[in-house]
């Protein structure tokens, strides 16, 4: 099974300001289509997760332009430019490239 | 706008067995992959098991192989997750989503399994 791996699980940020996660994952991503699938989801407490971003860096209908996603292989990042209270919450990268699809352990965010 | 309704959740005896169900909405469910995603309290997301639209690919995660089938009705637009062998570890809230190019796309409500004497 390809692990995923978060870092940082737990991060305080000051709204207004950039937030950056990274997920690690222990193969390569690239799928035999060329395509990479990692995605990334959001959880707010009570909530089921929201689809934010999907092949590395599609932003999804909805999605404010602040989240972006990055990377390549093995190494993604997920960024938020200037993070709002209403990003609190529980962030899990996905990969889909092969099954099992499994999950990063998932990075909370919370507001100073 | 896309809904994904579950239901059937519920308090089950260890060993005993469930039936989930998944009443979508607002797309076309017939051509859409669905799959059953959990989560257990306070813990992170696992991927239960993934259907194809017609319904005749049907692929588990090891935890829940053998004791798990997920199904489809097209004609009823139901999606469906027969548990059976339950046992504490498959206390969660079970999330039915649809399935588009290795993601997950729309994610319904959840509804909660217990497991326990």
């Known amino acids: 099974d390809i692990v995923m791996t978060q870092t940082p699980l737990s991060s305080t940020v000051t709204l207004g300001q950039p937030a950056s996660i990274s997920c690690r994952s222990s193969e390569s991503l690239v799928h035999s289509s060329g395509n990479t699938y990692l995605s990334w989801l959001h959880q707010r407490p009570g909530q089921p997760p929201r689809i934010l971003i999907d092949?590395?860096?599609y932003r999804f209908p909805g999605v404010p332009d602040r989240f972006s996603g990055s990377g390549a292989g093995t190494d993604f990042t997920l960024k938020i430019s200037r993070v709002e209270a209403e990003d609190v919450g529980i962030y899990y990268c996905m990969q889909g490239k092969e099954l099992p699809w499994t999950f990063g352990q998932g990075t909370k965010v919370e507001i100073k | 706008e896309v809904q994904l309704v579950e239901s059937g959740g519920d308090l089950a005896q260890p060993g005993g067995s469930l039936r989930l169900s998944c009443s979508p909405r607002g797309f076309s469910f017939s051509s859409s992959w669905m799959t059953w995603i959990r989560q257990a309290p306070g813990k992170g997301l696992e991927w239960v098991a993934t259907i194809s639209d017609n319904g005749k690919n049907k692929y588990y995660g090891d935890s829940v192989k053998g004791r798990f089938d997920i199904s489809r009705d097209n004609a009823k637009n139901s999606l469906y997750l027969q548990m059976h062998s339950l046992s504490a570890e498959d206390t969660a809230v079970y999330y039915c989503?649809?399935?588009?190019?290795?993601?997950?796309?729309?994610w319904g409500q959840g509804t909660r399994v217990t497991v326990s004497s």
């Open positions: 989503a649809t399935v588009i190019s290795g993601a997950t796309e729309h």
């Open positions: 092949k590395v860096s």
